[in-house]
């Protein structure tokens, strides 16, 4: 534990683990090993977490996986990168981290049903709706909305499809994954925390 607080800073590792649980994020550290710099800072003399490349978020799925209802305990178990993670592994060995963890997750349904948040996705949906007329750049090659098939529901599956259809990139719209991710995380939280376990007796 020492070693840890000393050379990384663990809160943001944490932060940033419950975010991308929370987000449906599985292009990441924890599933893919991937997506991610350490940067060392010298005005603390420890290394912060970067992650980068969130287009794999709120419902995109392209392994069979329902990221909506996948349990937050585990979430990188079986995943593209190495398993279990390292990192990951050394951080949720201390229980009182493991705690925060699941608290900051607790913020995250809060963060996904929030209104003002809502209400902020809408208005950029509708500033971004008008102006996209069916032609997508996509390295180098145009499609369209019939044609891009993995590009055309970030314009138009703001709301659909409204429950996970596998087999297709956008499996759910982003409004209804954000519902039934929430939803899903309240239920497995009050489920973890209904039998907890017996405390240990020493005599």
């Keep these: 534990r020492e070693d840890l607080e000393r050379y990384i800073g663990v809160d943001n590792v944490l932060r940033y683990l419950a975010s991308n649980v ?5 292009d990441d550290y924890w ?3 991937n997506n991610y710099y350490l940067y060392w800072n010298l005005d603390t003399e420890r290394f912060e977490f970067i992650p980068y490349d969130y287009d794999n978020v709120l419902g995109i ?3 069979g996986t329902n990221w909506a209802t996948r349990h937050f305990e585990g979430w990188g178990d079986g995943g593209f990168g190495t398993s279990p993670a390292p ?33 902020i996705l809408d208005r950029n949906h509708q500033l971004i709706l008008p102006w996209f007329d069916g032609t997508i750049e996509d390295g180098g090659t145009t499609g369209t909305q019939s044609t ?3 590009h055309q529901w970030h314009f138009i599956g703001y709301n659909l499809p409204v429950s996970y ?19 899903t995380l309240e239920q497995q ?15």
């Design 61 to 63: 799925d392209f392994s």
């Design 87 to 119: 990192l990951v592994d050394a951080v949720f060995s201390q229980s009182e981290w493991r705690r925060q963890f699941r608290r900051y997750l607790l913020e995250g349904i809060d963060i996904l049903r929030d209104p003002e948040y809502r209400a």
């Design 22 to 26: 929370a987000l449906g994020s599985w």
């Design 165 to 183: 259809q596998g087999g297709s990139f956008h499996t759910h719209g982003i409004i209804p994954f954000m519902d039934q991710r929430a939803n």
């Design 189 to 203: 939280i009050d489920d973890f925390f209904a039998t907890p376990p017996l405390p240990t007796v020493r005599i």
């Design 148 to 150: 891009s098939g993995q």
């Design 31 to 33: 599933y893919g090993s």
